[in-house]
């Protein structure tokens, strides 16, 4: 009888054992998990705000709209209308400005990168007005001119406006469906 006792005392030892240490396994990994949530609350909070910027500096109703529905072809326009793709394309470009997710942060580098393309395309083909230098066109005179010049530099401001438009509209409806946008 002596030894069921002792076996007895062995295996209360080592269920207590077990028992601790199943108690100090569950708060570490209790612990783990509020670490983690955490911490995703601080990156979702983190695009979120940047988000909120971005439709403000980049609205869909500024410069986007303009570039979506300007006619290129020898119209004059104002340099104004492309303050707001000018301050994104140019500030947009550090570490603070990324997104810490992965498809935001890609449609947004690729958005970038297209609107600095863009600006510069534009202003290289462009030309300002003799009375006001805030007026500028695709001049006009080329269409008979230069037909193939004037017909290339407006079909590629048309396209690239157009892919500017879309990979706008990705990001802007991709942070919505993520809940990153605040209510107004």
Known sequence: MNIWLIISGILNVVLAICLFFKSALNSLVLELFKNIKEKRIKLIEHDAA???????????DGSIKFIDQWNMAGFSFRWKEFDQLTKFSEKWTT???EFIDKKLERIRSELQKKAKRYLYYLAVNSWCSKNNVEIASVPPEWEIDQPKRFHKV????????????????????????KGLKNSF
């Open 154 to 177: 407006v079909g590629k401001l048309h396209k690239s406006a157009g892919e500017i438009v879309d990979i706008h509209r990705n990001l802007v409806s991709l942070g919505i469906k």
């Open 95 to 97: 570490p603070e400005y």
């Open 50 to 60: 940047l988000f909120n910027l971005f439709l403000k500096v980049l609205p869909s």
